[in-house]
């Protein structure tokens, strides 16, 4: 059973940075995605950022580009996301999810098969 927990969510005034880590576990990843989504009050969950577990390979959605960067520590089983000059826009529970047996990105909540419980990031401004 593969279990996902979030850490490294808070408050922090606009323009500054936050690191989210997932740890997982109950699996041996390698052809999987991991990827951060994130639901803001009275919006849908939304894709941000995700990566191979084994290729390493990014993808970010346009809006965080260049400020959140996608990463993974294999040997600590864990994903990390790091989130510099973050805007109140930014304001939501951060979900981390894993996608297994794919050899392609998931950009929709629905391609996932795994959850985390979610961790609250608010910007202030």
């Known amino acids: 059973q593969v279990q996902l927990v979030e850490s490294g969510g808070g408050l922090v005034q606009a323009g500054g940075s936050l690191r989210l880590s997932c740890a ?3 699996r041996t990843f390698s052809n999987d995605f991991m990827g951060w989504f994130r639901q803001a009050p009275g919006k849908e969950r939304e894709f941000v950022a995700a990566i191979g577990w084994t290729s390493g390979n990014t993808r970010h959605t346009d809006s965080v580009k260049g400020r959140f960067t996608v990463s993974r520590d294999s ?3 864990t994903v990390y996301l790091q989130m510099n000059s973050l805007k109140p826009e930014d304001t939501a529970v951060y979900y981390c999810a894993a996608r297994i ?3 392609y990105f998931g950009g929709h909540s629905s ?3 795994y959850w985390g419980q979610g961790t609250q990031v608010t910007v202030s401004s």
Request: avoid cysteine; proline fraction near 0%; aromatic fraction near 8%.
């Open 24 to 26: 997982a576990s109950g």
């Open 75 to 77: 040997a600590k089983m």
């Open 101 to 103: 047996g794919s050899r």
């Open 111 to 113: 391609d996932y098969d």
